[in-house]
């Protein structure tokens, strides 16, 4: 179970992440993982005890109070540049 499990709760215990778990391929290991993430410890050992080498999903949005931009290659990078040209860096 080993470091993703202890990085999941500690997520979910620090921030109030809502956890699920996913295969390497980044795809969730459980169904309506939308709705079914989240903080509860008790609930994410358990998928990890299903899911013993699952990677850590991470539900964004409202509810963890986090946002992702995803950034793909190969034009990601030069996009994100010409973003932050025109409308300034972004909030930390």
């Known amino acids: ?10 997520y979910a215990k620090a921030y109030q992440w809502r956890i699920f778990p996913c295969g390497k391929d980044k795809k969730p290991l459980i169904q309506e993982w939308q709705k079914r993430a989240t903080a509860d410890i008790a609930q994410i050992e358990e998928w990890w005890k299903q899911h013993p080498s699952a990677s850590i999903g991470l539900a964004c949005g ?14 990601g ?4 540049s010409a973003l932050q040209k025109e409308n ?5």
């Open 1 to 10: 179970m080993g470091d993703c499990l202890s990085k999941a709760k500690a």
């Open 62 to 75: 409202k509810d963890s109070k986090v946002w992702v931009l995803d950034v793909d290659l190969p034009d």
């Open 77 to 80: 990078p030069e996009v994100l």
């Open 88 to 92: 300034g860096g972004f909030p930390l």
